[in-house]
């Protein structure tokens, strides 16, 4: 039988590169990476696909899910629901495949506890400053004024808990900061043997 893969977790602040960085490291394919694709409520973005980025579900099918039991973790994001896919991360950790959770600080929280320590490797992705970070988001032009807003504001709560992760990353450029979190990666699956 195949040990069962890792769970990497990719966290930071809304627009500090997260789908960017992760991606980059995607297209290694040594690594064993499969994304986490997650269920969500909020409103579909220019360039994203259903059942690629995320699955985009109505509040009511998103409830029916919780009820259910179908998610392994979810929380509230500003205002919309995000939550985790419990079968796929079984079926590809069983595959003996590395299950990529790009999740919010709480989601975190939540895998910590229900997973040993062993089978998780995190990180936090930070920007250069804080500057840049509204920069980012911004220039992505994806979210409502408002809602940029709310995402800043989320960020310095967010930013206060980044201690809890195994690896701080500054994304300074993705090419840096991708390899950065590759090295680890090799690092975690050699250890693991
Ligand atoms: P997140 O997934 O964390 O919300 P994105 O990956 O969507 O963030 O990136 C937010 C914006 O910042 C995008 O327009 C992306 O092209 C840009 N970006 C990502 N990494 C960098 C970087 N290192 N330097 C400059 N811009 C970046
Ligand atoms: P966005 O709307 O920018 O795609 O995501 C907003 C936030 O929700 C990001 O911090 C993202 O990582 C987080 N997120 C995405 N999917 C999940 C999930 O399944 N669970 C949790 N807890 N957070 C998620």
Redesign the pocket.
Known sequence: MKKPGFLIII?GP?GVG?GTVRKEIMKNKKLNLVFSV?L?T?AIRKGEKNGVDYYFVSEKKFKEAIKNGDLL???N?VGHY???SKSQVEKVRKAGKNIVL???V??TKNVMKAFSKKDIVSFFIVAPSVKELEKRIRGRSTESQADIKNRLKKAKDEMKLKDKFDHVIVNDSPTRASKEITKIIKNAIALRG
């Open positions: 966290a809304s997260k997650s969500t909020r973790e979810y929380n994001y995000y939550g985790t790009e999740i919010d709480n989601g």
